[in-house]
């Protein structure tokens, strides 16, 4: 299919093409995608693209002329070629030549069009677009407002054109002609956006310069708002009734936030993180992030509907491609005869969070996690640190029922590190000692992994091609979990030789220590998702073991480091000592002064690039960095460590097996 970004591409045989009218449907006519029955409240602005966000009607003619002026022919009258507008281009030109669309002056006009949108128009996308769109896109996204696009240009072509007007980062969903049966002024389009993003007409507005778009938005039951700027006139405009009429995109956006405003009942950060609708994972064993996103974002001082946004969009659609899935009934019943069957099993998470629900009502807080996670600590590392992560992040933020959901996630995916193997090393702690500290104890592994890596590699690769004894089928799917897994239950001496700080410093001085330590470690590979979970996880550990009693802090210490190796074993390499020693060398007595404007103004940014991106991980990232680099007064390390993002990762090839639940 030939596709251009400014005028229609051949439209498919006997399909409306992009600006054809077709038969308006009442809305209760229609069927409604999957997910537009859902009860999210995203609030939702949909737009027209041409002559709404972009005066494509403008482009158009220009490129026309530029086309018919290197056919050697005269242009035509602009008003002849904006009645042309939703044509195909052989059509379009047929009429303006006057001839039939397979006469060869046909082909030469798409041709010649062609080469002038990518030569003329598109360099010059940004000029095209109308006064105050940019800053009303990014004002309505600053208010929690999830900005969409549904178009009657085909997707490709409305990909081409917002990317060159600087407008695609702003907009979360594009539905084009092609991505539906019916384009507009039928309401699947909307619909089909509601759908994706679960959210409710009534939470929507759509906003256009024709009247297909107003009456696709009567149709699939939205507010509306017609601006006069673009195609049809007011009058054609007001015939069809829209909610509001804007003359200027600026009063188009106070007309949004007029009919969405963010009032009582959009939630809360609270009630985000007290929402029990959705399962802890998704697609098997892949975690449901998106309540340690919250966490980071509210911390780092995002708009609350901001954030709603982003864990509305998340819901949606997760950086994965996949949704989240529901919340799953009880299967049976726990309590405290019975908890420990289960444990790392992966069965009833529902049943988990109800027993320890019962149980916070009996003891409070305080006395469940000093009742339960002593015997889940060294299980730590299940799920890819994720339940950890889950609880000590809920501590942090103060919520009971995400807490719950931790000490739940931390039972249902339990994944021993063993610590009964440990033993003390045996050095002695001396300034200068190799087991001085975290670091010195790393970088004294890191010399062994030196000189016995070509042994210790493939031994790790044997291991991890093996099976495991009580290890759940589903971790097999997981790749990076089941090599984890698989480590933890075999193990290796030197992940069980317990430094000596671990048992004679205070436990305090020992994260700040280890705290550094995974940062210079990320460091080494910036974006490495396990050694970034290794920080987050941290972040974590620290806020747990503070709810312990004393002689269990040392030993949330112990497992921390004996999880972490366990992880980075599993890799089959190890950072050089070398690396290690040079990166940590950079930044050991580095410090910035954290009354400088300058990195204020760099933490903003970080934030600012946190809000933007799908994949949580990164916010997550810039929380933890952020409150290291104010705790240890301004230590440079994690303002540098803070910027660098990491990405998804692909699925392995097992995912295409279905999951073992």
């Not at 010649?112 to 105050?132: D, K, M, N």
């Not at 995002?302 to 509305?312: C, G, L, S, T």
């Not at 149980?359 to 730590?380: F, I, T």
Request: proline share 7%; net charge negative; with cysteine.
């Amino acid at each position: 299919m030939t596709t251009t970004s400014l005028h229609t591409a051949p439209a498919p045989h006997n399909a409306p093409t992009q600006d054809t009218p077709t038969q308006d449907a009442p809305a209760q006519t229609v069927p409604v995608p999957a997910g537009t029955e859902d009860t999210g409240t995203a609030r939702v602005a949909m737009f027209d693209l041409d002559g709404t966000l972009v005066d494509s009607p403008r482009a158009i003619v220009e490129t026309f002329d530029a086309a018919f002026w290197a056919m050697g022919l005269a242009p035509r009258d602009p008003a002849d070629i904006r009645a042309t507008i939703g044509l195909p281009l052989e059509q379009a030109f047929g009429k303006l030549l006057g001839v039939p669309q397979d006469d060869p002056s046909v082909a030469e006009g798409v041709a010649r069009y062609q080469e002038a949108f990518r030569t003329v128009i598109l360099p010059r996308a940004r000029s095209l677009v109308f006064p105050g769109v940019p800053e009303g896109l990014a004002e309505l996204r600053r208010r929690g407002i999830v900005v969409t696009v549904a178009t009657s240009k085909f997707h490709a072509s409305a990909e081409a054109l917002l990317t060159a007007a600087g407008l695609r980062d702003h907009i979360t969903e594009l539905v084009g002609a092609d991505d539906v049966t019916h384009p507009k002024p039928h309401p699947e389009s909307g619909l089909l956006i509601l759908g994706r993003l679960g959210a409710r007409p009534e939470h929507a507005v759509m906003v256009g310069d024709t009247t297909h778009d107003l009456n696709m938005a009567a149709a699939a039951g939205l507010a509306s708002v017609a601006v006069t700027y673009g195609v049809h006139e007011r009058a054609e405009l007001e015939s069809v009734s829209p909610t509001h009429v804007a003359d200027t995109f600026a009063q188009a956006v106070e007309q949004i936030l007029t009919v969405l405003p963010a009032d009582g009942d959009a939630r809360t950060v609270e009630s985000l993180l007290d929402d029990s609708t959705y399962h802890i994972e998704f697609n098997g064993h892949l975690t449901n992030h998106i309540k340690h996103a919250v966490v980071a974002l509210s911390g780092l001082g995002v708009d609350p509907a901001r954030i709603r946004a982003y864990h509305d969009n998340y819901i949606a659609l997760t950086p994965y491609g996949c949704r989240v899935e529901p919340a799953r009934s009880p299967q049976r019943v726990i309590d405290d005869s019975n908890w420990l069957e289960l444990l790392g099993r992966r069965q009833d998470f529902a049943a988990y969070c109800a027993f320890f629900d019962r149980r916070e009502r009996e003891l409070g807080m305080a006395g469940l996690l000093r009742e339960y996670v002593p015997r889940l600590l060294p299980g730590w590392v299940g799920a890819l640190q994720h339940a950890t992560i889950h609880l000590g992040w809920a501590l942090d933020a103060g919520n009971r029922r995400m807490a719950i959901e931790g000490i739940a996630y931390l039972a249902f995916a339990y994944v021993d590190c063993h610590p009964e193997r440990a033993r003390p090393s045996g050095a002695p702690v001396t300034a200068g000692s190799l087991t001085a500290g975290p670091r010195d104890s790393m970088l004294e592994i890191a010399r062994h992994w030196e000189e016995n890596g070509a042994r210790l590699g493939p031994w790790v690769e044997d291991l991890v091609g093996g099976t495991g004894d009580g290890i759940h089928p589903e971790l097999m799917r997981s790749g990076l979990q089941y090599r984890i897994a698989r480590m933890l239950g075999e193990g290796h001496p030197l992940m069980y030789e317990t430094p000596s700080w671990v048992d004679t410093q205070d436990p305090d001085a020992s994260w700040e220590q280890l705290a550094h330590l995974v940062t210079v470690l990320y460091l080494t590979e910036p974006g490495d998702f396990l050694l970034l979970h290794l920080v987050t996880a941290l972040h974590a550990m620290r806020h747990i073991a503070d709810a312990l009693p004393a002689e269990e802090q040392r030993r949330a210490v112990a497992c921390y480091w004996t999880g972490i190796l366990g992880v980075l074993f599993s890799r089959g390499h190890f950072v050089t000592p070398s690396k290690l020693t040079a990166i940590d060398g950079l930044f050991d007595s580095a410090m910035d002064d954290q009354d400088d404007p300058r990195w204020a103004r760099e933490w903003d940014w970080h934030i600012a690039r946190a809000v933007e991106e799908e994949e949580e991980h990164n916010a997550k990232l810039v929380y933890v960095m952020r409150e290291l680099w104010r705790r240890s007064g301004g230590r440079s390390v994690y303002r540098v460590a803070a910027g660098q993002f990491t990405t998804t990762p692909e699925l392995p090839h097992t995912f295409e097996q279905p999951p073992v639940d």
